[in-house]
């Protein structure tokens, strides 16, 4: 899933006139003139030469002439000229600021709170709905558990909960039709956990199947819980596998071992009806995504807990990975939809989503004064941006201190 803002539906004119230079990891250029970077540098290099083509490694100062040059694809690249210190010229810079993802609550939380379900009656509904407001993401789509008791044969309060998150996660998606979801729905509880023997799990992301290293001596109806989140056994096919009541939503895991400590190990719980209690977690698919969770009919009297707070952060692989891709439209490159893209050819890209780099990001917004041929206007502005990427310096070689004192900032 890709993971970019500017995947959604706002209006934005950030890659007009936008020209990015994104570093790959490779050291600041060393080539003293331009003509001489253009034949011995590297792929994917990076550095700024002043109005006579020779390489600045140190702070520019007011009225400096330059340009931002890099090797792509085996040819030289560069920018327009700078005026550094101008007013025609404004350069910022982000560093790197982790994302953090989203989590809210409802019922228990971790340490508190409840979905305040004193009893069941037929007829008795419980909703609880989960709706994006990403910044630009319209029409803000809702995504909503519905339960209502037609029987009270069987229901416990880990029934009403259990049918919520299928509707939350889609698992009655049986024509396979319906939309993305933007959240990933859990549920936690505040029973004691206990250790299955000396044990290890192994567990896919997205499987129902559990598979431990020694007997496990548990049974259908019994729970466990995987890293906090709570699960149903549906059955036991052999002594070391389970088969859980609905897809596994954590990290794969190979070797997680058992203990008492939820929060990154795994075990049994006993969940007793009335007393135990329990909570539906919400995260964000995504670190781009925010959303606001509610509760409705029967379930209105649940605790709702904002327990982590949404930032968007900067500098993280996808996120400027998305910007490489629009500075490649100044390039040309406007689409990589139509066929035979690879025979044609494509601009390499530098930053890769998923890749684990992370990125400080500096922008130079600059304004271009150029005689007009549009009377009665004598001059004509033309605002341009210029956005270079490199990486923090905490992965291989990155050119991220010298661009700093190159551009003071």
């Known amino acids: 899933m890709a993971k970019s803002l500017r995947n959604r539906y706002s209006k934005n004119l950030f890659g007009t006139n936008h020209q990015g230079y994104h570093s790959a990891e490779q050291v600041y250029a060393t080539a003293g003139t331009i003509a001489a970077f253009a034949l011995t540098g590297l792929e994917g290099q990076i550095g700024i030469y002043l109005a006579d083509n020779s390489l600045k490694p140190d702070a520019l100062v007011a009225g400096d002439q330059f340009k931002i040059a890099q090797i792509r694809d085996g040819e030289l690249r560069s920018s327009t000229l700078m005026t550094y210190g101008s007013g025609n010229l404004e350069v910022t810079s982000t560093p790197y600021d982790a994302a953090v993802k989203q989590i809210n609550h409802v019922g228990y939380n971790g340490t508190s ?52 998150i299928k509707d939350l996660e889609n698992l009655n998606d049986y024509e396979r039709n319906a939309d993305n979801g933007f959240v990933v729905s859990d549920i936690v509880n505040n029973a004691t956990q206990v250790a299955i023997g000396t044990v290890t799990l192994a567990i896919t992301q997205g499987s129902t199947l559990a598979t431990y290293s020694a007997v496990h001596n548990l049974t259908a109806g019994s729970f466990v819980s995987i890293l906090g989140i709570m699960y149903e056994i549906i059955s036991a096919p052999t002594i070391t596998t389970l088969i859980l009541d609905r897809p596994y939503t954590g990290a794969t895991q190979t070797a997680l071992v058992t203990g008492a400590t939820k929060a990154t190990q795994q075990g049994s719980v006993v969940f007793v009806d009335g007393t135990t209690e329990l909570g539906i977690r919400f995260t964000s698919i995504t670190e781009d995504t925010n959303f606001v969770t509610g509760v409705s009919e029967d379930l209105q009297g649940a605790t709702l807990t904002a327990t982590t707070a949404w930032k968007q952060g900067s500098g993280e692989d996808w996120q400027v990975s998305a910007i490489e891709d629009e500075s490649l439209v100044y390039d040309g490159f406007t689409t990589g939809n139509y066929p035979f893209v690879e025979d044609y050819g494509k601009p390499t890209k530098f930053v890769n989503e998923g890749s684990g780099i992370n990125y400080d990001l500096w922008f130079l917004k600059y304004k271009k004064v150029t005689d007009s041929m549009a009377f009665p206007h004598e001059q004509a502005h033309h605002i341009g941006l210029v956005v270079i990427s490199a990486p923090d310096g905490t992965a291989g070689d990155s050119p991220t201190g010298t661009l700093t004192t190159v551009l003071g900032a």
């Open 113 to 164: 709170g409840s979905l305040a379900l004193t009893g069941y009656a037929i007829g008795d509904e419980f909703v609880v709905s989960v709706r994006d407001t990403t910044p630009g993401t319209q029409p803000f789509p809702v995504t909503e558990g519905r339960k209502v008791i037609n029987t009270l044969n069987g229901v416990t309060e880990y029934s009403i909960v259990f049918d919520l």
